[in-house]
């Protein structure tokens, strides 16, 4: 088993900026892939941001030159660094991982956390 506990959320102001963390603890040879995803209200849960192991990353459009992914992988810790925040970001945003374990590769996720940007 896997877990990912996810910090960093708040209300912040439009313009704004916030840092959000995950951390991974648990049995497991790799971690392939970290991400962050967020949905809000009514909304379906997209893609915001992903990281390999070898350091490529991957933006949703709406964030690009705004929020920057990164790792340490001594910590196993994915962060994101938000940026220049719009109400259009608020959503609750969970870390997701692709961990390479024992049986396979297997995908897990954050219990979320809220980012609110008033305007």
């Known amino acids: 088993q896997v877990q990912l506990v996810e910090s960093g959320g708040g209300l912040v102001q439009a313009g704004g900026s916030l840092r959000l963390s995950c951390a991974a603890s648990g049995r497991f040879f790799s971690i392939n892939v970290m991400g962050w995803y967020r949905q809000a209200p009514g909304k379906q849960r997209e893609l915001v941001a992903a990281?390999?192991?070898?350091?490529?990353?991957n933006y949703a459009d709406s964030v690009k030159g705004r929020f920057t992914i990164s790792r340490d992988n001594v910590k196993n810790t994915v962060y994101l660094q938000m940026n220049s925040l719009k109400p259009e970001d608020t959503a609750v945003y969970y870390c997701?991982?692709?961990?390479?374990?024992?049986?396979?590769?297997?995908?897990?996720w954050g219990q979320g956390t809220q980012v609110t940007v008033s305007s």
């Open positions: 990281i390999t192991s070898g350091g490529s990353t």
């Open positions: 997701n991982a692709r961990v390479t374990v024992v049986a396979g590769l297997n995908e897990y």
